[in-house]
Each structure stands twice: as structure tokens, then as C-alpha cells.
């Protein structure tokens, strides 16, 4: 596992190779396996593969969602606010399981923020999704996750790369 994490890295440059059926299923079951605040599996998922969509979720965002278009597969995230108050934290921690798990399949993958951020200066990224993928209201859309099999080479991190700094024992010191 955590060689998996030293490896991990935002893929944003994908080869157009179909990424095949029995992984799309491992991811799906990634998605649903992930936990929940009390148990209430307040995420939703919407697995695009359809080109012309791909296509208008890549501008979803000004800066940030282009990569998107040469996905071969995009997760879109939902919490469904109705269910729980805490559908961000539920529906990140389904991101990052699905993250891993595409890690371990040889698959490279990349979030795109879309909770508080705009498409244009009218419009919600989160509206545009909504309307494109006709989501209602109530299921809000946290994040996106372009994934596929990597076209660019990053370089794992080790130990070097860590902040250990950041992390204290018992109490926080200044
Ligand atoms: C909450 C969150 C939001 C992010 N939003 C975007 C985004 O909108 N577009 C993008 O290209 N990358 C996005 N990223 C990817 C980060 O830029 C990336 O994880 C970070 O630079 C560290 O690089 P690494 O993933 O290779 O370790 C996001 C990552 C996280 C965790």
C-alpha cells in the first residue's frame, strides 16, 4: 500500500487506449466500497465514457478541466446533501479510494475541483455539471476524476519529498 502512495501522482496526459471493462468494474466497486459518515453511503457516481460529454466536462472550469476531453473515463462525484451534512468529507474519501485503486491497476488519475468553484463568472462549475449530466439540485457535485492509462512519466517521491515537520506528537508546537 504504501508503495502505491509513493507512486501516485496527478496523470492529466492519458493514451487513447480504452481502459478495459473488468477495470472500469474494480473502480466501480472501489467507489462503493469507500466509507461513510455513520454508514449512510451518502456518495453517487456518474461514469462517463461518452465522447461528446468528456468533451463538455472538460470546461467545466476555465483553468483546470481541459485535460479532461483526452480522458478516456471521468468519475463524477456526487453527495447527496439530503442524506448527511457531511457529504464532502464522504464523497472525498470516495475520490481517493478510487484514486488508489486506479493507481493499482496501472492507471494514472486526476481530480478536478468543482465544489465552490465557477465555470464562468455567471455560472457554477457545479450548475454546468448539474445541467450537462441532468443531476438534481440536492446532489451536489464535489469533484471529477479523470482516469487512464498514463501518457506522461512522474517521478515517484521518497522519503525526501516528505515534510516530516509537519507532524507532532501529543500536542502542537509552535
Ligand atoms: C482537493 C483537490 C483539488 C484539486 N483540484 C484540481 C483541479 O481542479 N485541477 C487539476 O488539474 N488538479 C487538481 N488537483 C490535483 C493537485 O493539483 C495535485 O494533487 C497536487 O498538485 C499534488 O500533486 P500529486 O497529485 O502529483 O501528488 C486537486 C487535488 C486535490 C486533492
Not at 468519475?75 to 484514486?99: H, M, N, P, R
Not at 471529477?144 to 506528537?169: C, H, Q
Request: charged fraction near 25%.
Amino acid at each position: 500500500m504504501l508503495e502505491l502512495l509513493y507512486q501516485r501522482r496527478s496523470i492529466r496526459n492519458y493514451l487513447s487506449t480504452p481502459i478495459e471493462e473488468e477495470k472500469v468494474q474494480k473502480l466501480i466497486r472501489a467507489a462503493l466500497l469507500a466509507p461513510s459518515g455513520r454508514g449512510v453511503d451518502s456518495q453517487r457516481f456518474i461514469v462517463v465514457t461518452d465522447q461528446n460529454l468528456l468533451s463538455k466536462l472538460a470546461q467545466t472550469r476555465e483553468f483546470g478541466s481541459a485535460f479532461l476531453k483526452d480522458a478516456p473515463l471521468v468519475f463524477v462525484i456526487l453527495g447527496d446533501s439530503k442524506a448527511t451534512d457531511i457529504w464532502v468529507e464522504d464523497a472525498a474519501l470516495a475520490a481517493i479510494t478510487i484514486q488508489i485503486t486506479a493507481q493499482s491497476l496501472g492507471l494514472g488519475s486526476c481530480w478536478v475541483q468543482v465544489r465552490n468553484r465557477q465555470q464562468s463568472p455567471e455560472k457554477t462549475a457545479e450548475e454546468y455539471v448539474q445541467e450537462l449530466l441532468n443531476i438534481p439540485s440536492h446532489l451536489k457535485v464535489v469533484c471529477m476524476l479523470g482516469i487512464g492509462y498514463p501518457a506522461e512519466n512522474k517521478k515517484a517521491r521518497t522519503d525526501n519529498d516528505l515534510d516530516f515537520s509537519r507532524v507532532y506528537t501529543n500536542t502542537y508546537k509552535i
